[in-house]
């Protein structure tokens, strides 16, 4: 096959044959998923196939049913329920595993940085801040390194797990999406790359890590662990299998940020395409189960207290109220949902931007950086930890102000009263380079784990200048853009909302000392503000807000969060989609979207229907299946027999009339010239366009002598029966 300016060329055994390449309407280009200005661009096609959801009514089928009774029924049913209750607790489990490892590892980094020989303390006089540096590199090289080599043995397992996910619920069977090896990959990888210090969260692979909990759980059965088999007769079909990965999926959002309700919406609204009562009640249930598990276990391990249930999720925000002193404090009044609006709309358009560099930078990656060794892609996340610990670093040496301990933060107060204690607020407060009785505001932000920081700026009041949030925020939000879509696995809700919580706090800060709003509660904006920006690169609504105000525990910021993400996800909307879905779209996955575009609205079904089509008949050959196999990337044909008579009467005069297509009755291929198509080895599946210029000119210049000859010997040929079906399926 060649190709030149404005045609299209073809070359076979017999001939070449060249046409002029049409110019496409807009309607086309969205069929091909292609735009004007994104035409040329390379995207990768993978060969996905769609999952068997509907129940196949065939005798078999009939059969079992004879032998099901309201017994059986109930027993199933109860099976069913226990499956989900497990599912919980294994998803809670691993999240107190992947939260247990990763507080472990950091206080190891950061004992040794610290309280060594060359401690950041101490070397502000001694003069060797240099092997401080080195020492933090060692560690976060080490993890990042590790976390890349469990992506090269799971590719699957890079990234945060939701496209694919989102993908599986609507009914695309994405390779090892939900695999064993899949699972420890990801619960292993986020972990070191969490500890490493890249600017990424842990709650969205435990998403991915509920998931597969909730597909493989019911199976008793590991592909990647064949000698882990028992009999196990139940849930064996696509059905079960994705209502339990709704359970999983939604049990990982519950034990992320201790939300189950939001667990469940989020699998309503970002994941399954199928829902039901039944399966409602059996996924709250699970995320229920997830949340009280990791709650029992993390608040008898960290305070002693079994059966207390005082830490909830992963990702705890605190309580939000003002302090008894102030009189006048307010968490937010009817004049803020202004402000809240405008911020919805900032949001809104950080977020289309931090989603448009990312896409980008995946299209570099996807040219440059994966056609390459494998070795290519641990460099290059090694390459994004080096500059994140040098940034983080020099940051907080340099560019850090030493600002005056407040009450707060000195004898704590209501903010805290629940789930943070003062020892807690001191003890994450930095004082590099700095006097006694002040701390460096920078360094209390970067060199704390995330979700530490978030507390600073929730709960912490006026300990944070401007100029540190301004550079704060560009410095984490260019890093973070930069750190999605490396070969580690990696989150993205925690780095959106400590990005957004730096935004709101900044805005806060102008208020009150450039407007003269001083009422203003500096907690209420940085939450505002964290909800915006996540709001505009995630594009989830419902869900997330009921998993903000779960997080937070306060039914009064419903309104406002309701609001900012709303006006968040219209502004971003406006630009491009949702972090999430411009991946799935750099994926290649077929997914069908809610809504259609316009252009769709103007197609029928013969403009998007294959001419051309793959078929078999009732008694094929084995080697003619075997090479459909090898010519298409498809597992599924039609079986269609000959029948002279109809095929005349759907003939009119010399054209095949299909509206908006019409074609020669010449190029109509025979038994036989189908047969020859199917024999020709290709390595890659040509455009539909290609094959009608190249089988039409075929069809017209064959000579009639080679085509009988070879109906001759193929009617001479071993068949093998098909069977009655209407269509056959091989894989």
Request: charge should be neutral.
């Amino acid at each position: 096959m060649a190709g030149c300016r404005g045609s299209v060329c073809c070359c076979c055994r017999w001939c070449c044959c060249c046409g002029e390449r049409e110019s496409r309407t807009p309607e086309e280009l969205t069929i091909l998923g292609e735009t004007q200005e994104e035409e040329d661009e390379i995207l990768p096609r993978k060969d996905y196939e769609s999952l068997d959801y509907d129940r196949c009514i065939n005798d078999p089928y009939l059969e079992v049913l004879e032998t099901m009774d309201n017994k059986k029924g109930r027993r199933y049913e109860a099976v069913k329920w226990m499956v989900v209750f497990a599912i919980g607790v294994c998803t809670g489990l691993v999240g107190l595993f992947v939260d247990f490892s990763v507080r472990l590892f950091t206080q190891l980094k950061f004992g040794v940085v610290q309280t060594s020989s060359a401690a950041v303390e101490e070397c502000s006089q001694k003069g060797c801040l240099a092997l401080s540096l080195l020492e933090l590199l060692g560690f976060n090289l080490t993890f990042v390194f590790l976390a890349s080599l469990l992506v090269l043995i799971e590719p699957v397992a890079a990234g945060s797990g939701i496209p694919e996910i989102k993908c599986y619920l609507n009914g695309v069977k994405v390779p090892g999406i939900v695999r064993l090896r899949t699972l420890l990959c990801k619960v292993f990888g986020v972990l070191f790359s969490v500890s490493g210090g890249l600017f990424v969260g842990k709650e969205g692979p435990m998403i991915h890590s509920g998931a597969v909990v909730g597909a493989g759980l019911p199976q008793f059965q590991s592909i990647s662990l064949r000698k882990i088999q028992f009999n196990f007769p139940y849930f064996r079909s696509d059905r079960d299998k994705r209502d339990f990965v709704s359970a999983g999926a939604a049990a990982g959002v519950a034990a992320a940020f201790g939300a189950p309700i939001g667990g469940t919406l989020f699998s309503l609204e970002e994941g399954s395409s199928f829902w039901n009562q039944g399966l409602t009640w059996k996924v709250l249930f699970c995320s229920m189960s997830a949340t009280f598990t990791l709650n029992f276990f993390r608040s008898g391990i960290q305070f002693g207290s079994w059966g207390s249930f005082q830490l909830p999720g992963l990702l705890n925000f605190g309580e939000f109220k003002c302090s008894d002193s102030d009189k006048k404090c307010h968490l937010w009044t009817a004049m803020d949902l202004g402000f809240f609006v405008v911020m919805g709309v900032i949001g809104g358009l950080l977020g289309a931007t931090f989603n448009c560099l990312n896409k980008r930078l995946a299209k570099y990656r996807m040219r440059n950086v994966h056609p390459k060794p494998k070795l290519v892609r641990v460099l290059e996340s090694l390459l994004v930890s080096l500059v994140t610990t040098v940034v983080v670093f020099v940051a907080s040496m340099v560019l850090g102000e030493c600002r005056q301990m407040s009450s707060t933060s000195q004898t704590g107060n209501g903010s805290f009263q629940l789930q943070v204690t003062s020892e807690d607020v001191n003890s994450t407060i930095k004082a590099f380079f700095c006097p006694n009785d002040t701390y460096n505001d920078m360094a209390t932000l970067f060199f704390n784990s995330q979700e530490s920081a978030i507390l600073q700026l929730f709960h912490q009041d006026g300990t944070f200048s401007p100029v540190t949030l301004a550079l704060f925020f560009i410095l984490y939000f260019l890093l973070a853009c930069w750190t999605f879509g490396t070969s580690v696995p990696s989150g993205l809700f925690v780095p959106s909302l400590l990005c957004g919580a730096a935004f709101g706090r900044l805005v806060a800060n102008v208020l009150k000392s450039y407007i003269g709003l001083g009422h203003l509660y500096s907690g209420t904006f940085a939450l505002i503000g964290a909800a915006a920006f996540l709001g505009g690169v995630v594009r989830m609504t419902i869900s997330l807000t009921v998993i903000l105000i779960e997080s937070t525990n306060e039914i009064t910021y419903g309104l406002p969060i309701m609001v900012t993400l709303m006006v968040a996800k219209w502004t971003g909307d406006l630009f491009n989609k949702g972090i999430y879905d411009v991946h799935i779209g750099l994926r290649g996955v077929p997914l069908l979207e809610w809504e259609t575009d316009v252009e769709m609205d103007k197609l029928r079904a013969s403009d998007i229907m294959e001419p051309n089509l793959t078929y078999v008949y009732p008694h094929t050959r084995i080697q003619s299946l075997v090479s459909i196999l090898r010519t298409t990337v498809h597992h599924a044909f039609p079986v269609v027999t000959e029948n002279r008579g109809n095929e005349k009467e759907f003939m009119k005069g010399n054209q095949l009339i299909s509206n908006n297509i019409k074609f020669k009755k010449s190029s109509i291929l025979t038994r036989a010239g189908e047969q020859r198509k199917r024999g020709q080895s290709m390595k890659s599946y040509p455009s539909s366009e290609l094959r009608n210029v190249c089988d039409e000119h075929v069809a017209s210049e064959e000579p009639a002598e080679k085509e009988d000859l070879l109906q001759q010997m193929l009617e001479r040929s071993p068949r093998v029966k098909t069977g009655p079906w209407r269509s056959v399926s091989v894989r």
